[in-house]
């Protein structure tokens, strides 16, 4: 994008070809070129204006800048000659804006157009005007292809550039945070989107949906559909997520019906029992009416993109450091104990040496584990389930303690943070359970039926022990299933060990909330 010193330039070339044309204009009392000058200062004038919100792209193109001054220098060609000194500058503008390609086709529109119209106007175009025409016209392409060189350095990107507008934009995100009266939770303002839908549309149930890779995932209900109801749903937002843009049309099949309602977000839902399915139902209108909702739900959205993200960016670079600063520094210890032991001074020093390495050695392997399990990540392509049974076999290959894995999933995903933080959860309490537990098994089941989860890990180990005051992974665990509205429940088992569970229940709206409280969840149901 071109610099504002260049746009200096351009509104000073401009300047000075006014002040060129109104003084003899205004010397010799032109008429038709006082009235050409007027013309030309509007159109510069609303240029020059323009530019100062170059965001907005209200300012004419080169090629329609070029036409204009052709059309006013063709009709004070006759009276007023000077006032073709105003060619020079469309080609200087096209120049700075888009370089010697458009500046040329500039230069062409503009003698079409005082050629064409003089013609027309004047019915003939002397050679001396002729010769004016083609020499101010000469004068701007050559100004202009010695200008290339300046402009052009303007043109080269700045490698900095997307760092500024991080800059620029985060600033702004920190300043925004604290004012945003429904803040940025996606199941919260999902559910204020369902509200508002089903007091415009009567419905047996509502279903939000975004997209996550080729894939829908369900953010918010307003009441538990049964497995055939969900499938049909989903059909439906499938079918709108098809059509590019916020435009796309709703989608009415029976009973059925979907809509888009933003650019990342999708209404599905049924007809009440016993509804006329022939009757179309006002879907544009109602996601017209809650416009100002799904800005917030797509402004949500978005930051929930972004802090994942930078999670994941702060986690490798703690991994990074990890690995090539602490681990190093320490499998160097055992290096420097390695020379001790092979010259022990006695039986006694020889044994501590031993012990020491056996204990360096422990920390080494738990030092790459939190290594491991700092990159170790959810991607697109995988589900939860596969994520925590690959690290389930890590662990079990590097401890020694069978980890048993059973997964009970449907395809549709969970929102990315979702999985992220069951994902965290889920590892830490293994972890725990090969660490501290004591445990000779340790039995894992994932149960995903978006947008519900339960996930329960279990050991045989010597159960819940009294916190150390270094231990922070319940705390951690606990606020992680906080942030996802999850259900936390860490208990001893009858006979012996620990069981961690946390349950993800559906997040409804507060519309249908009471009605649905003492209904059992999918879950429960299997």
């Not at 290339?148 to 985060?170: C, G, K, M, N």
């Not at 749903?233 to 709703?250: H, K, W, Y």
């Not at 022939?278 to 109602?286: E, I, S």
């Not at 994932?446 to 947008?451: D, M, R, T």
Request: aromatic letters at 4%.
């Amino acid at each position: 994008m071109p610099s504002s010193q260049t746009y200096a330039v351009v509104a000073a070339a401009r300047l000075f070809a006014l002040l060129a044309i109104g003084g003899p204009t205004l010397w010799l009392h032109q008429e038709q070129g006082l009235l050409a000058l007027a013309a030309l200062a509007a159109v510069w004038i609303y240029q020059g204006v323009t530019s100062t919100r170059r965001e907005l792209e209200l300012s004419l193109s080169p090629s329609t800048e070029a036409a204009a001054i052709g059309v006013i220098c063709a009709l004070g060609l006759g009276d007023a000659p000077v006032v073709l000194a105003a060619l020079v500058v469309p080609p200087l503008y096209a120049t700075a804006v888009a370089g010697v390609r458009t500046m040329i086709r500039t230069v062409i529109v503009e003698l079409i157009a005082v050629v064409a119209l003089g013609l027309m106007w004047w019915q003939r175009i002397s050679s001396e005007q002729a010769v004016s025409i083609f020499t101010w016209a000469m004068a701007g392409l050559g100004l202009s292809l010695i200008a290339a060189v300046t402009f052009s350095s303007d043109r080269i990107p700045d490698p900095l550039a997307p760092y500024r507008d991080a800059q620029e934009h985060l600033k702004q995100l920190l300043e925004l945070a604290g004012s945003l009266s429904s803040g940025l939770d996606v199941g919260v303002l999902g559910g204020e989107l369902l509200s508002q839908v089903s007091d415009d549309i009567p419905n047996r149930g509502l279903v939000l949906y975004v997209p996550r890779g080729d894939t829908l995932t369900p953010v918010a209900s307003t009441v538990e559909l049964e497995s055939a109801d969900a499938l049909a749903s989903e059909t439906l937002a499938n079918d709108v997520r098809m059509q590019a843009g916020i435009d796309a049309a709703p989608v009415e099949i029976g009973q059925g019906f979907a809509f888009r309602v933003s650019d990342q977000a999708i209404v599905a839902g049924l007809r009440p029992s016993g509804s006329d399915s022939g009757r179309p139902l006002p879907l544009a209108a109602v996601a017209r009416d809650v416009a100002d909702t799904s800005v917030k739900l797509d402004a949500a959205l978005l930051f929930a993109q972004f802090r994942d993200a930078a999670t994941a960016d702060e986690r490798n670079r703690l991994a990074r450091e990890m690995h090539d600063g602490v681990a190093q520094d320490i499998a160097s210890l055992g290096y420097i104990i390695d020379a001790l032991a092979a010259r022990p001074a006695d039986e006694q020093q020889a044994k501590a040496l031993g012990m020491l390495r056996d204990r360096v050695t422990k920390v080494v392997a738990e030092v790459r584990q939190s290594v491991m399990n700092l990159r170790t990540s959810i991607g697109e392509s995988e589900s939860l389930g596969a994520a925590i049974s690959n690290v389930a076999r890590h662990l079990s290959e590097s401890s020694g303690i069978p980890i048993r894995v059973r997964l009970d999933e449907q395809p549709t995903r969970l929102r990315p943070e979702v999985e992220a933080e069951l994902f965290r959860i889920a590892q830490e309490a293994m972890n725990n359970a090969v660490k501290h537990a004591r445990a000779t098994s340790i039995d894992v089941r994932c149960q995903v039926y978006a947008p519900e989860a339960i996930i329960t890990i279990t050991d045989n180990g010597v159960g819940l022990q009294s916190a150390r005051t270094d231990s922070h992974g319940l705390k951690i665990m606990r606020e992680r299933a906080r942030l996802i509205g999850a259900e936390l429940v860490v208990r001893d088992n009858a006979s012996r060990g620990l069981t961690v569970s946390v349950a993800l229940k559906v997040p409804r709206s507060t519309a249908h909330a009471d009605a649905d409280a003492g209904s059992p969840t999918l879950l429960e149901k299997r």
